[in-house]
């Protein structure tokens, strides 16, 4: 979005072709994002070697390689270029991990709102990256009390997240959180009717029955991409799942 705007200005100061100047802008932006992934690796691995008790040398040489190897790293150097998210979520995720493990002299409060806020960034910068979201989220509510970690302010700072893209669900699609339902039922609509089905089967209750229901025939609503244009539904379905994310 930054390069959009930037290209759009840039357009018309230069006379340059508004989407080449933005994809020029997008390039640099990215190529900066991931020097600044390389930085915070850096840092990271020097302040967790640091911390581990490691003498001053070893640990500015555990944050040089670890820097290194990840500059080097084949698929940063493909990557690294292009307008694609993981390299921000990179930034989030470390970002957060810092504030959960090391106390920098900030009240517990205000580190557990600053983790949770760049967890709740990390996640909707690229939903598929709650696989390790969820980990260092988990890990941060378990651990809080020992790190001096807000746990309230932890959740509170990733739930406002959720909100934030929640609603720009509903200014966009029309519907409140549209696309973390639809991305939900995607990734886990098939597996999860099967698990409570075998649940019923163990237990007899009739609400998990239910449920079982209304999950499977919410993942075959989404499912509608992969039937013919000519079922209902599936214009709808496709606006919606064609962008994952406003945030």
């Not at 941060?140 to 790190?147: A, I, K, S, T």
Request: hydrophobic share 55%; charged share 15%.
């Amino acid at each position: 979005a930054p390069s959009v705007l930037l290209g759009r200005l840039g357009a018309g100061l230069t006379g340059v072709g508004e989407l080449a100047l933005a994809m020029q802008l997008a390039r640099l932006f990215q190529v900066a994002a991931t020097l600044l992934l390389v930085a915070l690796t850096a840092r990271f691995a020097w302040r967790s070697a640091a911390a581990a008790g490691i003498d001053r040398r070893g640990a500015r040489t555990a944050g040089l390689a670890a820097g290194v190897l990840l500059a080097l790293n084949p698929l940063v150097l493909r990557w690294g270029p292009e307008p694609i998210s993981g390299i921000t979520t990179g930034i989030f995720v470390l970002l957060s991990a810092e504030r959960i493990l090391f106390d920098d002299g900030r009240t517990p409060a205000r580190r557990g709102l600053l983790a949770g806020l760049a967890l709740g960034a990390a996640a909707l910068t690229a939903y598929k990256s709650i696989a390790i979201v969820a980990p260092v989220f988990l890990f941060g509510l378990v651990l809080g009390r020992r790190l001096r970690l807000s746990r309230a302010w932890l959740a509170g700072g990733f739930a406002l997240c959720l909100l934030v893209q929640a609603a720009l669900d509903l200014a966009y699609h029309g519907a409140f959180g549209e696309s973390l339902r639809v991305y939900t039922l995607q990734n886990i609509g098939n597996i999860v009717p099967v698990v409570l089905h075998r649940l019923w089967e163990i237990t007899g209750s009739e609400t998990i029955r239910k449920l079982a229901w209304r999950v499977y025939d919410a993942a075959r609503e989404v499912h509608m991409l992969d039937y013919p244009r000519d079922v209902p539904g599936h214009q709808r379905v496709a606006d919606v799942t064609s962008l994952q994310s406003r945030f």
